[in-house]
């Protein structure tokens, strides 16, 4: 299965040899930011939300003293704004007490933080610090299923078995590519096998 998983890395590489986080961010308290408010919210919204959110409350320092309110008519257009305007303020307050304002790096700090998983917390490891990480998001729990690497949906299982089958310098690039893919071809309800460069080693592939 490793060997499976190698040759599916390799595939996304070729097919997207960039591997960017879509979200746009400065620094990692606004990827934080961007990350908690792309909560079934497209990025490209986010993106277009940021800036005046940004331009009000830039550093965590500012956001903890904010006015919920206005957090929430910034944030308004990205969904469950309520919940995630005093996410916001919570997460840049527990920010400023706890580690100096600053964005740490640990699994148990970032996730002991108001809003953020171990989805948030492995995307804020990999992007901003470097660290091996496994996004576990819809795509990922989709994609890795039907091409056999994982055989549940359970965010914190696939994690485990992804683990195990992937290179720790490879995870968070391949998990950022199996989005990219979700979006243009394996897309949910519609995939486009035809198309797949994926085909060969997915088992629902090989079923159609």
Excluded: W
Excluded at 51 to 69: E, F, G, I, R
Excluded at 94 to 111: S, W
Excluded at 132 to 160: F, M
Excluded at 181 to 200: F, K, T
């Amino acid at each position: 299965m490793k060997n499976k998983a190698h040759h599916i890395t390799q595939l996304l590489k070729t097919e997207y040899p960039d591997s960017l986080c879509s979200l746009e961010y400065d620094d990692p308290f606004h990827l934080l930011v961007a990350v908690r408010l792309a909560a079934q919210c497209t990025d490209a919204r986010v993106n277009l939300v940021m800036p005046a959110l940004l331009q009000a409350y830039p550093t965590p320092k500012a956001m903890a003293v904010a006015d919920v309110l206005h957090v929430q008519q910034l944030v308004r257009s990205c969904g469950f704004y309520r919940t995630k305007a005093q996410d916001l303020v919570t997460m840049a307050g527990q920010l400023c007490l706890r580690h100096g304002g600053q964005v740490p790096q640990g699994m148990d700090e970032l996730i002991a933080l108001q809003g953020v998983g171990r989805k948030t917390a492995n995307l804020i490891r990999g992007d901003v610090f470097g660290l091996p990480a496994i996004v576990v998001d819809t795509h990922c729990i989709r994609i890795t299923n039907l091409l056999g690497l994982t055989d549940t949906k359970n965010p914190a299982k696939i994690e485990q078995q992804l683990l195990q089958l992937l290179d720790p310098a490879e995870s968070n690039n391949f998990c950022h590519r199996l989005v990219l893919h979700g979006r243009a071809v394996c897309i949910a309800r519609r995939p486009q096998c035809g198309a797949c460069v994926l085909a060969g080693e997915c088992d629902f592939a090989q079923l159609r």
